[in-house]
């Protein structure tokens, strides 16, 4: 007994270790079976969250990246002997270009400038016919005139286009901003100055580098700041291409696996083109600027390849904060952080120690504004989307990268914009409980196009149109379509028809009468055809209206262009038809053009991004009314601003200057118009109230003003009309319907269609001659 307790005890203490050896292994099991099983799972779900990552990756590399924006462009200036500009335009020009005044204008984007001489150097730009090429142009400014000009250096030849003005863009909904280029843009030593200074190992790595994070960890611990970023390029991709910034382990942990998958799936420079066009370098307002192509006209106005070295180590050096080293608002700072990305690039040893010393030297050379901006002309941009939708969709202009050729001519928008603005002030003499409103529309009179239009007088206001959607009744502009119906008949109307200017009534069916009124109350007696025209007469004009029928007046509007339907009610007759300035801008070209129905025009051309043409939109005319019965026209409304309501435009321009238009009133002075044209431009100009209240204006004392400011700051050649064949003039006395002798006090040089002219004679004295009393005496 005493023997056998040892081995049950002994039994029993290995008992009890091989049952907790036993329970310690099955517990290794099962924790190593859950481990293997969490392992498990998580490898699956890794497995699938990076199925997951790597389609995201690659649909959006895959697919279109990016929307980019339609860009707007004024016309480009010509500069060539006899080119008409002016100092002040030309200065302008350059100013909205971005163009830096220096001494000596030796780099792209520069000019000088001595009294009226002037040296530019341009930047080049592509247009769809071809390169521009920079080049370097000497020339005077005579007169408003282009002389002695000569192409110092870049290329002979006559014509020397400037870049385009940028005067707008047409975005995406998400606000960004971008211009594309390619690697094959890159100026010297960017990928340098790129690559010291965010990712050495660029071309090495696989999307991570851990010797990168440490190397920067480094240098911003010798520096005892942050100097170096420990993120590749591909990872600053990935976090501006698909994440959001936000600072997490989740977040790090996705940016590095899709950093990983993309060097899987593409190229270095693939990645590297990407990450030049993605990268966000500052703001515009509202819009984020993306790109370096972008970048490079936001700061230094140039294209991304003609970047200097300290241009390009600025550009670098605006990543690691656009608005912390933003270098308008922060100039120092931002000129250190350059300096140091110089430094960084000097190590790398393979730009010249010359050219690193003379990049610090420089100044930042960050031009003050941008030279673009979305909301310069939004009037004459309202236009152009119109035109625009006629045939683009909206989705193709914002998102596209269109290129959009207008022919805005700045200079002459300007011009337009001060005049509106100044001849307003002057109206309301300090008063503004009445505020007076305002539009303008400019176009080139023989093609159409527009070349400045102001929709109010704020012209910054992106609001109401007045130009385009103001339609108000439009007086008397309607009566030169009234003589032009009535002169289309020869063998009834002739220049000298006598027309009775008397008081009348019209009785309608039910009972109701309408008695039509001269605006001065008064009455005068019968009068010939072109002095009721250049007087503005309504009771005369009335009466012809009447004679020829309203609705033949309103087949001729339609005729030229008017859409919209017109009622047949005499008192259209007096101009109660309601058209915006735009619309009586296209209906006074066919009268400029001598019955040329010629569509208005605010786009010359539409390019894809890379130059390729879309559309062009080249001149269209139709002959559509007589050039003959056209002429007679012209020539009453030369005589408007010779003798009749148009006269005191003389006080503000040269007497030389041959000119022709119309006036035009509403009742109580609602709405005061002008319409007319010179040998260039056909301008129309509305003065009024938005609450369609009274003012003390008419015609002459309101819109007329304005025409005159806006048409004595732009150089141009007068009216000099080509006086088709069928018309023969004629030395006539018009008060007595007959031909006269030149030297007659009062012998009127007058056109006729062939055949309309008067048969009788009359001598200086006031007597028929031989020729009329034998004909009356053949009757008896």
Known sequence: MAKSSPKRRGSGRSKKKHGKSTAGSGFRARVWRLIWRVGLVGVVILAGWTVYLDAIVTSKFEGRRWEVPSRVYARPLELYD???????????ELS?????????????????????RFEVHTRGFRFSDGQEPQRRLRFEIVQDRVGDFRVVSGGSTPVVRLDPVQIGGIYPAHKEDRVLIQLEDMPDYFSTALLATEDRDFFDHWGVAPLSIARAMWANIQAGRVVQGGSTLTQQLVKNLYLTREQTLVRKGNEALMALLLELHYEKSAILETYLNEVYLGQAGQRAVHGFGLASQFYFGEHFRDLDLHEVALLVAIIKGPSYYDPRRHPQRALDRRNLVLDLIAETGKVPASD?????????????KPSYTDSRYPAYLDLVRRHLAREYKDEDLQSEGLRIFTTLNPEIQRATESAVEQTLNQLEGGRTDKKLESAAVVTARDSGEVLALVGGRDPQFAGFNRAVDARRPVGSLIKPFIYLTALSQPDRYTLITPIKDQPFSLVFDDGRRWEPENYDKQSHGVVPLHQALSRSYNLATV???????????????????????IQSYPSMLLGAVNLSPVDVASLYQSLATSGFNTP???????????????????????QVVDPAAVHLVQYAMQEVMQEGTGRSAYRFLSSDLGLAGKTGTTNDGRDSWFAGFSGDLVTVTWVGRDDNGPTALTGATGALPVWSNVMSQIPQYGFSPIVPAEVQYHWVNSEKQALTDESCSNARFVPFIAGSEPTDT?????DFTRRLRSWFEGLF
Request: glycine share 14%; charged share 20%; hydrophobic share 35%.
């Open 82 to 92: 006899g080119a008409a500009v002016t100092t002040s335009g030309l200065s302008q």
């Open 96 to 116: 909205l270009l971005g163009y830096a005044p220096v001494r000596s204008a030796n780099e792209p984007g520069t000019y000088s400038r001595a009294g009226r």
């Open 356 to 368: 690193i010393q003379k990049a610090r030297q420089r100044d930042l050379d960050v031009v003050g």
């Open 543 to 565: 009466r012809v209206g009447l004679d020829v029928g309203i609705d033949a007046v309103i087949e001729t509007l339609q005729t030229l262009g008017v859409g919209q339907p």
């Open 600 to 622: 208005l025009r605010t786009i010359r051309e539409v390019t894809t991004s890379g130059g390729e043409t879309l559309t062009r939109y080249g001149l269209n005319v139709d």
């Open 762 to 766: 009359i001598n200086c004295s006031g």
